[in-house]
């Protein structure tokens, strides 16, 4: 099983912008499809972005096309979200996931990272 850590939350004012990092332990980390989830208070969890195990493929939530983008590294077995013009409601905690089969991935998870946009 692939292990998920998860890096670069913090504050940010609405509009600015944050890189979430998400290092994977293992070898075998190109077999995996990866991708972002997230939980804002109160809220139930939801899907962000993902990226198919060979970064031919990206999705969106409709609710950040265009402001978000999810890229790979394979070389450094790490996946990223770059997260522009951020609003207060992108404020959650964001999870990294794995899966070798599904799109969104969802068989491992990472323990999250905190991310607070104020207005």
């Known amino acids: 099983q692939v292990q998920l850590a998860e890096s670069g939350g913090g504050v940010v004012q609405a509009g600015g912008s944050l890189r979430l990092s998400c290092a994977a332990s293992?070898?075998?980390?190109?077999?995996?499809?990866m991708g972002w989830f997230r939980q804002a208070p109160g809220k139930e969890r939801e899907f962000v972005a993902a990226v198919s195990w060979n970064g031919a493929g990206t999705y969106y939530a409709d609710s950040v096309k265009g402001r978000f983008t999810i890229s790979r590294g394979n070389a450094k077995n790490t996946v990223y979200l770059q997260m522009n013009s951020l609003k207060p409601e992108d404020t959650a905690v964001y999870y990294c996931?794995?899966?070798?089969?599904?799109?969104?991935?969802?068989?491992?998870w990472g323990q999250g990272t905190l991310v607070t946009v104020s207005s």
């Open positions: 293992g070898r075998t980390f190109i077999t995996y499809n």
């Open positions: 996931t794995a899966d070798r089969e599904r799109l969104p991935p969802r068989d491992a």
